[in-house]
T-cell receptor, first 116, second 113 residues
Framework: EAGVAQSPRYKIIEKRQSVAFWCNPI?????LYWYQQILGQGPKLLIQ????????DSQLPKDRFSAERLKGVDSTLKIQPAKLEDSAVYLC??????????????FGPGTRLTVL | AQTVTQSQPEMSVQEAETVTLSCTYD???????LFWYKQPPSRQMILVIR??????QNATENRFSVNFQKAAKSFSLKISDSQLGDAAMYFC??????????FGAGTILRVKS
């Protein structure tokens, strides 16, 4: 079974530029998550999708961050314009969500963003 | 808001020995889940073990076991017979209904040969 795929693996941009990350979850997984992991910290949830609807985006900086999940499969996370403090690893995860109280989340390899 | 605290930024263990990583959390909920995730230098986060709060029995997965103390809100991970491949960042995480994970800051585990 293929795991969660993410691209690109690394990205370096200047501040005020825009950047987009892509995630392909495990086939059949209904729930998709984007996390931000700043160096030395644990991952922090940015947004959670159930199929193509947003479940939780309370910690997403909506003035510069946006995310979508078209057709309930792939997802993109965009930052526009980027700030220095956005330098982090962006992790995508997915879970089956069969209606059980909780599902194991499976993580992708992440995208390391450096903002100069 | 729920918080997860890992008080050990870094730990070292000799190969084949046992090490315990600490985790405490804060919640007012009675029904929740706790996890330990491993993140090797390649960055792929891998689930190590999970514990359901309503189960009194401590979870075990081969060389990995937990000591879950619900009243003390403590959830430590014990790694027995440590191997070089166990070297990684370990994250403790709390999940409540709705699948939202709250992570601690992590503990770097170094394994000496």
């Amino acid at each position: 079974e293929a795991g969660v795929a993410q691209s690109p693996r690394y990205k370096i941009i200047e501040k005020r530029q825009s950047v987009a990350f892509w995630c392909n979850p495990i086939s059949g997984h209904a729930t998709l998550y984007w996390y931000q992991q700043i160096l030395g910290q644990g991952p922090k949830l940015l947004i959670q999708f159930q199929n193509n609807g947003v479940v939780d985006d309370s910690q997403l900086p909506k003035d510069r961050f946006s995310a979508e999940r078209l057709k309930g499969v792939d997802s993109t996370l965009k930052i526009q314009p980027a700030k220095l403090e956005d330098s982090a690893v962006y992790l995508c995860a997915s879970s089956l969500s069969r209606g059980e109280k909780t599902d194991t989340q499976y993580f992708g390899p992440g995208t390391r963003l450096t903002v100069l | 808001a729920q918080t997860v605290t890992q008080s050990q930024p870094e730990m070292s263990v000799q190969e084949a020995e046992t090490v315990t990583l600490s985790c405490t959390y804060d919640t007012s909920e009675s029904d929740y889940y706790l996890f330990w995730y491993k993140q090797p230098p390649s960055r792929q986060m891998i689930l190590v073990i999970r514990q359901e709060a309503y189960k009194q029995q401590n979870a075990t997965e081969n060389r990995f076991s937990v000591n879950f103390q619900k009243a003390a809100k403590s959830f430590s991970l014990k790694i027995s017979d440590s191997q070089l491949g166990d070297a990684a960042m370990y994250f403790c995480a709390y999940m409540e209904y709705g699948n939202k994970l709250v992570f601690g800051a992590g503990t770097i585990l170094r394994v000496k040969s």
